[in-house]
C-alpha cells in the first residue's frame, strides 16, 4: 500500500525564473510546427548557459548541446507544442490566442496537455547541470521538439539528422505533467504508453435536396450507421484481457440543413498495446466503412487513410532500475500507474537510437485534492474527478511541480552522464 496522505505540506525550493518562463509560454501557445516563438525562448536561454544551440531541427525543434568533458551523451527531451482548444481556467495568464487550421479556420489554442511546463522543467534541469560541471561528465543533449501533438515531431527530427548530426545518445529520458498529486512521480517499466494511430474515413454518397432523400445515397446515415457499429469492435471483438480504446473525434458533413450532402469524413483516434490488436482494431474499421456504405447502395467505395501512427513508448526494465533512486530522491512517492491509454512519440527517439526509454509521469495536480487518500486506488479515484489533459481545465499548478519536474530531470541524468 503506499501512503499519500500528508502531501499538501510538502513543497519545494521556489523556481521563480523558470515559473515566469511557464507562464509566458502558456499565456502564448503554438500549434505543432508553429512553435516559432517558443523556440526562440528556448534558443535564448540555452545560449545564455552556454549550449552549442541549432533551432530548426525537423521544421521547429531545437537541439542544445552541453559538452562537459569525455563520457556518454543523454537525451533529455520536452515536447513544446499546443492544441486547439479555447481555454476555461479563467487563470490571469490564460491563453486568448487564435490560429488559423489548414482549412482556414480560426481556432483558439492553448497549452491544455502541459507542454509549456515540460519546457519550463526541462530548461531549468539544463541551466542546473551547466552550474554544476562537477557533478556529471559526457555530454548532455536537450532536444525541445516540436508537433507531438501530430505524432510527427520525434520522426520529423529525426529525419532531419537528429543523430548523424548531434551523435546517438545511451539513453532517452523525459516526462509528461499528469493529474496526479503534485510531487508525486509515477514510472511503469515495460508498455507505458499506447501506441497510437490517427485516421480519416470519407464515406461517398450521392446529394439531393433534403425534400427528395429518395434520390440520396446519405452518407450523414452512413456516418451515424458507422458510429454505433464501431462502438462494438471493442466490446464484441477485442478479448476481454487486452485494451484497445477507439474515439471519433471529429464529424464532417454538409453544408445546410435542406441539402443531403455527398460525402461525410470522421477522424478516428486508436490506442493500443498489443500489435496484433492493433491490426484487428484497423481491419475492424475498414471492414465497418466497407459494410456500411455497401448497405447504403454507395456507388464508391468509402477511403481510409491513415494520417499519424507511431509505436508504444516502452520503459527499459534496466533502465529505469538504475534511473528509480535519483527520482527517489526528488519525490516522497513514487508510483505504478500502470500502461497509459495516452500516446507520446517520445519512444521513436529512443527506437532509432537503439537507446534505452526511461519516461515517468509527472504529478501536477494541487495536492490538497488528495487529502485524506490512502492507495493508490483512492488517488486515482480523485484523479477521474479533475480535469485531465487536453481538458480547457487543464491547469497544472505551478509548484512543486516545476520545482520537482526541474530536480528530475537534472538527477536523471547525471545518472547517465558518468564515465
Known sequence: MTVVTGLGGWMTASTDRWADVYRDVHAHPELSFAETRTAGIV????????????????????VGLFRNGPGPTALVRADMDALPVLEATGLPYASTQVSTDAAGNQIPVMHACGHDLHVACLLGACERLAESLDTWSGTLMAVFQPAE??????????????????????????QHVAPLPAGVIGLHVGVAFAAA???KVILHGQGAHGSRPEAS???????AAMVLR???????????GETAVVTIGTLHAGTAANIIPDRAELGFSIRTFNTDVRDRVLAAIERIARGEAATAGASKPPEVESIASFSAVINDEAACARTLPSLRSLSPIIVDPGPVTGSEDVGLLASAAGAPCVYWLLGGTDPAHFDGATTTDEMAARSRDLPSNHSPMFAPVIE????????ALTAAAQVWLQQ
Request: hydrophobic residues 45%; glycine residues 18%; without cysteine.
Open 43 to 62: 534558443e535564448s536561454h540555452l545560449v545564455g548557459m552556454g549550449f552549442e544551440v541549432t533551432t530548426g531541427v525537423g521544421g521547429t525543434g531545437v
Open 197 to 199: 494511430d490517427s485516421l
Open 400 to 407: 512543486p511541480t516545476l520545482s520537482v519536474g526541474i530536480g
Open 217 to 223: 445515397v446519405d452518407p450523414i446515415v452512413m456516418a
Open 149 to 174: 501533438e501530430f505524432g510527427a515531431g520525434a520522426q520529423a527530427m529525426i529525419d532531419d539528422g537528429l543523430y548523424t548530426r548531434f551523435g546517438k545518445p545511451v539513453v532517452v529520458l523525459g
Open 230 to 240: 464501431v462502438q462494438t469492435i471493442v466490446s464484441r471483438e477485442i478479448p476481454a
